[in-house]
């Protein structure tokens, strides 16, 4: 019997890097096959499309890519035209730019837009999003949300997702926007689902929804609130809530991590200060050497 193709998700914060080394979106061509791939994009949730799709076909084919095609349902009954759901059947990955996640849910989720991105995921199509595009790929989505470091009662709104990671809560440009707060509110309220923030230019490579390495110049910041002691129940809105016990990772790129286990794997630095460790060097052998000489 032959083994299931290997599912691929790179989940983005949004505001990835588009002229200097372009680590996250290479490792996106890279992820869908480099010169082989076939690529599509969706523009959807922007205000913007048109402009966003010239962006990212420039960028994929400056890394690779020789076929790039967009795909963007102004309707929800577009999500139904089959010639959409062909498009993305032969895509070896499917690229959903930034946004507004809440137009994503409306116009693709339940359609069968929604169930071509599924099909793709598990047959081994990398399914990449950035912001709003990142938020989509959970089976519960934040649709909208109050900022902040503290977390209150009802300060944020889910909505169905995509469902390619479930067990998951998604929030993006999550250390610039200060997200802390409204995620934490949402695993009060769902312990049983991991709270997961990405920063920009900063990326979740998930695979089987389970393993996960980081990607990118920020951090992943996983919350696990399943044994943690909350108030959820009994705050009033906007209330601060109590959230203890929780346990927290930050995550770095070379950090690999089990999300089924809610642990640390593995992790190489990335970010090593070569000067520090120079200096600590030279200190250290000017010790030993004073040392020897009494």
């Not at 979106?25 to 869908?32: E, G, N, T």
């Not at 993305?88 to 849910?105: C, E, M, P, R, Y």
């Not at 809530?241 to 089990?258: E, I, K, N, R």
Request: glycine share 10%.
């Amino acid at each position: 019997m032959p083994e299931s193709p290997r599912r691929s998700l790179l989940i983005i914060g949004g505001a990835e890097d588009k002229v200097g080394r372009v680590t996250v979106l290479r490792r996106f061509v890279r992820l869908a096959g480099g010169r082989s791939s076939r690529l599509v994009v969706i523009p959807t949730a922007s205000s913007v499309p048109d402009e966003v799709v010239d962006v990212y076909s420039t960028i994929f084919t400056r890394l690779g890519a020789p076929e790039v095609t967009a795909v963007d349902p102004p309707t929800r009954q577009a999500s139904s035209d089959p010639q959409i759901a062909e498009q993305v059947d032969g895509a070896t990955g499917i690229f959903i730019s930034g946004g507004n996640q809440l137009k994503l849910s409306q116009l693709i989720v339940g359609t069968p837009l929604g169930a071509a991105l599924l099909r793709a995921y598990q047959r081994g199509a990398v399914i990449a999003g950035t912001s709003a595009g990142a938020s989509i790929m959970s089976q519960f989505m934040i649709s909208m949300g109050d900022e902040g470091v503290t977390p209150r009662q009802r300060s944020s709104q889910l909505t169905a997702g995509l469902g390619l990671l479930p067990g998951v809560i998604v929030d993006q440009h999550f250390d610039q926007r200060a997200r802390y707060g409204r995620l934490l509110s949402l695993v009060a309220g769902s312990p049983n689902l991991l709270g997961m923030g990405i920063d920009e230019d900063t990326a979740a490579e998930i695979h089987d929804e389970r393993t996960m390495t980081v990607v990118g110049s920020g951090a992943v910041f996983v919350v696990d609130a399943r044994t943690a002691t909350t108030d959820a129940h009994l705050a009033r809105r906007d209330a601060p809530l109590l959230v203890s016990g929780a346990v927290v990772h930050t995550l770095p790129y070379g950090a690999t991590f089990d999300l089924e286990s809610a642990t640390l794997v593995d992790f190489v630095e990335k970010y090593a200060d070569t000067a520090v460790t120079s200096s600590r060097d030279r200190h250290d052998t000017a010790t030993a050497a004073a040392a020897l000489h009494h």
